[in-house]
Each structure stands twice: as C-alpha cells, then as structure tokens.
C-alpha cells in the first residue's frame, strides 16, 4: 500500500500493530499526527509514531532508562573513567543501533531514545518489522552491556 499522508500513515501503521498484536495504547499528544505504543513479545517497549514536525515519514522509538544503581555506579565515577566508558558505549552504539541519543546530557546520561525512521515510499510491513527488530535488539545490547559492566538490575523502560 502506498501512503501519502499522516493519515493514511496512521491508518497503515495502526493495522499492522493490531494484526501483529504489539499494540498497547494511543499515546498521540497534540504534537503528533499518531503516537501508538506497542510491547515486543521479550518485553521491550516501543512506539511507532509521526510527529508533526516529521514531513513524509514514520518513526519507531524506544527511551531505555538507566537503572537506578547504574546511575549511582556511573556518578560516583572518576569523571575520566565515566567519559572512558561512555565514550566506548556510544562507539559500539553505533555498530549495532539504529540513530541514538544519550541523554538528558552526554556527561551523565540517564536514558538512551533510539529512532529508525521509515520514508513513506518504503513504509511496509517488513520494514516495521525489521524497524522494531532494530530497535529491539539496540535495547537488549544497551541493556546487557550495562548488567555485565556494573551488575544485573532491574531495567526501566518508558
């Protein structure tokens, strides 16, 4: 099917995530053309969405929040070490992610929001599939990488 419009966008994607049975909730704010959350069947969190800021494409998300005692280990880092480790992280990232952002700073992060965007020209079911199948397995990398580093806890997701 081809989409040329938010509406047709959210009607597609909408679909999809009702055939496929990830959907969880319209999340859709005054910002968005659509926001729907959905659940992978391992947990992980994600939302495909179209902000009105976005002209022609669909994105799939995911924010993993760091668990509280990696915060704790990471802050009371030598800032030399904690910049070390965060910079090999964002490094790796970048082999294994789709577009990523630490944040709320790169010094401290506490949250990492990964995107794989979808052109409207390439919006099908197989490329939901292989976006979410991205991101999915971005999250499980960032996640396991944090236990095996500082110690198994539990993983917030947003």
């Known amino acids: 099917m081809l989409v040329s419009t938010p509406e047709e966008a959210k009607a597609f994607v909408k679909r999809w995530m009702d055939d496929r049975k990830v959907f969880l909730k319209d999340s859709s704010d005054d ?14 969190n994600f939302s495909a ?8 494409a669909v994105g799939i998300t995911a924010k993993m929040l760091f668990p509280p ?29 789709p577009s990523f952002q630490l944040g709320p700073n790169l ?37 396991t990488t944090l236990f095996e580093q500082f110690g198994v806890g539990e993983l917030r997701k947003e």
Do not use: M
Not at 31 to 44: K, L, M, Q, S
Not at 49 to 56: E, T, Y
């Open 69 to 97: 005692q990696h915060l704790k280990i990471l802050s009371d880092l030598d800032p030399t070490k904690r910049n070390e480790f965060f910079g090999n992280f964002r490094r790796r990232l970048l082999l294994v992610s």
């Open 31 to 44: 910002t968005f053309f659509f926001a729907y959350d959905g659940a992978c069947g391992n947990g992980v």
């Open 107 to 143: 010094e401290a992060p506490e949250w990492i929001f990964f995107l794989k965007e979808i052109s409207y020209d390439e919006l099908t079911e197989g490329r939901l599939i292989e976006a979410v199948e991205q991101i999915n397995r971005a999250v499980i990398w960032a996640a």
């Open 49 to 56: 969405q179209q902000p009105k800021d976005v002209v022609r």
